[in-house]
T-cell receptor
Framework: DAGVIQSPRHEVTEMGQEVTLRCKPI?????LFWYRQTMMRGLELLIY????????DSGMPEDRFSAKMPNASFSTLKIQPSEPRDSAVYFC??????????FGPGTRLTVL | GDSVTQMEGPVTLSEEAFLTINCTYT??????LFWYVQYPGEGLQLLLK?????DKGSNKGFEATYRKETTSFHLEKGSVQVSDSAVYFC????????????FGQGTILTVHP
């Protein structure tokens, strides 16, 4: 099993640009999560999906952030426009209900 | 709401020292409890878990016991190694049908030779 796949692994962009982060969950998993990790705020849950449906997006910081899950094998997190304070490591994770949650390797985003 | 509180860090130990990282929780019902570990530059990975009171989770020499009476799930290891240097997260899941894990703030462990 390839595990949770995230791309890109590193992204450097300039303020105001659109950023799209991608995630492929483990096949068969019905939950998908997006987290953000910074030194200041630690690990934060942004949004999660169950069977491709967004369940809780209360952690999404503002309207500049959006997430989609068009099918069971793909999700995106988009930031438009990006700001320097969005710099962080973004993790995707997936889980089958009642089982272990697996994290991807993360995308390190730097907004200049 | 649900919450998890970990001991403040960072924790610095010498190799072969005894490790304890405290974790207490607040939740309704009977949650499952987890310890996750994050090595530098990587995502979190499950270290151990316990699904009911008095269960002991163990893995790689680490242990934690689910104590309902004290709402605690402290992580212990008898002899740490340099390779154990990482960030450790305590987490709870309220029920198998419930969606999201609730994480503690994480504890940075550094082990010196």
């Amino acid at each position: 099993d390839a595990g949770v796949i995230q791309s890109p692994r590193h992204e450097v962009t300039e303020m105001g640009q659109e950023v799209t982060l991608r995630c492929k969950p483990i096949s068969g998993h019905d939950y998908l999560f997006w987290y953000r990790q910074t030194m200041m705020r630690g690990l934060e849950l942004l949004i999660y999906f169950n069977n491709n449906v967004p369940i809780d997006d209360s952690g999404m910081p503002e309207d500049r952030f959006s997430a989609k899950m068009p099918n069971a094998s793909f999700s995106t997190l988009k930031i438009q426009p990006s700001e320097p304070r969005d710099s962080a490591v973004y993790f995707c994770a997936s889980r089958l209900a009642g089982n272990e949650q697996f994290f991807g390797p993360g995308t390190r985003l730097t907004v200049l | 709401g649900d919450s998890v509180t970990q001991m403040e860090g960072p924790v610095t130990l010498s190799e072969e020292a005894f490790l304890t990282i405290n974790c207490t929780y607040t939740a309704t019902g009977y949650p499952s409890l987890f310890w996750y570990v994050q090595y530098p530059g990587e995502g979190l990975q499950l270290l151990l878990k316990a699904t009911k009171a008095d269960d002991k989770g163990s893995n790689k020499g680490f242990e934690a016991t689910y104590r309902k009476e004290t709402t605690s799930f402290h992580l212990e290891k008898g002899s740490v190694q340099v390779s154990d240097s990482a960030v450790y997260f305590c987490a709870l899941l309220r029920g198998t049908s419930y969606g999201k894990l609730t994480f503690g703030q994480g504890t940075i462990l550094t082990v010196h030779p």
